[in-house]
């Protein structure tokens, strides 16, 4: 019934992955402290993708203080078709040290049918799977498009708000399409309808007024460094289990996966026990998880017999669908300042937040993904939660919440987002595209 999109696809394919690398190259870091105009590079090498593909209207879409975000749009062929918004996000994570990659973490680079380099999977895919189902209807599909492209994503999306505000009509949709989740495995398609919430905050603690000498005052007074860890420690039981009393806990997922699998996929070593209670899908979607993500304190290379005077660390913490990220943040906070003992100063600077979601699968969307699914991998979607968390998906479900919102993407839990070696399966990105092209003919009817 598709055999057109196939071979389609199946054409285009070399130009789509040609596409690909060209992001890929393109160091869109969006990460304060790095250059914004990379950034602003990625925002002009994908508007002139979408360009390519046959989208009308192509513009950067500006707010002050924020990265750009990039809009186009084709009108739909009936009036009463429906329009579907098309999102992705341009910006990637920082690639951390260069030594930690097989390969360069800008050049992609193939080996053995996986795609490498820093966005590959999250999220400049996103962007060539909607030019590819849309260049796979040569450019004019059968239902009116839109597409959306965000430069912080990675960030946390801390202007999205601003940009629903300025530009609300333009970006209203009858379905909305948001190719930033990931697949089950390679060759097992999924539909994600649950993420975790996310809040994060700063906690500082000082002792002393300046660092003093560590043989003269050691024993009678604390350093910062040892009121810290008592701190971070707290956060977690003797089992792994996060300790911050109030936090949700959400019911176990009618799949589970496998433990081998799951610690070959994470690169867990040898010995290494897992944390908390329950199944792994349990742990990972329905249960909130505490990380600490980074410590300020003086490098051992240059460490000194001194009684460290201050010192800080980053905590996150995903939040389990239920939760609230407001309550939950007065939760850690109130956990962080009665955890830091012997009188130690201390101070939690609240970050980030963003809210846990559950989706609806009962809208013509699903029906119509699953229509591609069948096609593309000769089998339905699973579906699936994510650990994760996407701001965008709260936000447009409530400014749109008549619109269907489906996630989709082409990663796979080998894809090691967020990590040196990111990569693609190159069979995931085709079959994905080709999924998305189907399900856009079938939205029509």
Known sequence: MHDDLTSAVDELFPTLRSDLEELVRVDSISAPGFDPGRVRHGAEVSAAQLERAGLEGVRILELDGSHPAVFAEIGPPDPAAPTVLLYAHYD??????AELWNTPPFEPTESRGRLYGRGTADDKVGIVIHTGAIRAHEGRPPVGVKVFLEGEEEIGSVHLDGFLARYRDLLAADVIVVADAANWAVGIPALTTSLRGLIDCTIEVRTLEAGVHSGVWGGAFPDALSVLVRALASLHDEQGNVAVPGLVRGERPLIDADWDEARRDAGVLAGVEAIGEGSITQRLWAGPAVSILSIDAPPVASSINQLVPEARAKVSVRLAPGDDPERAMDSLVRHLERAVPWGAAVN??????????????????????????????????????IGGSIPFVQAFSEAFPGADLVLTGAGDPTSYIHGPDESLDLGEFRRSALAEAVALRALAG
Do not use: N
């Open 92 to 97: 990637v994570q920082p690639p951390g040290p």
């Open 348 to 385: 939690v600077e609240r970050g980030a937040s963003a809210h846990p979601f559950s989706l609806d699968t009962s809208g013509p969307a699903y029906e119509a993904f699953q229509a591609g699914f069948r096609h593309a991998y000769g089998r339905d979607a699973v579906y699936t939660g």
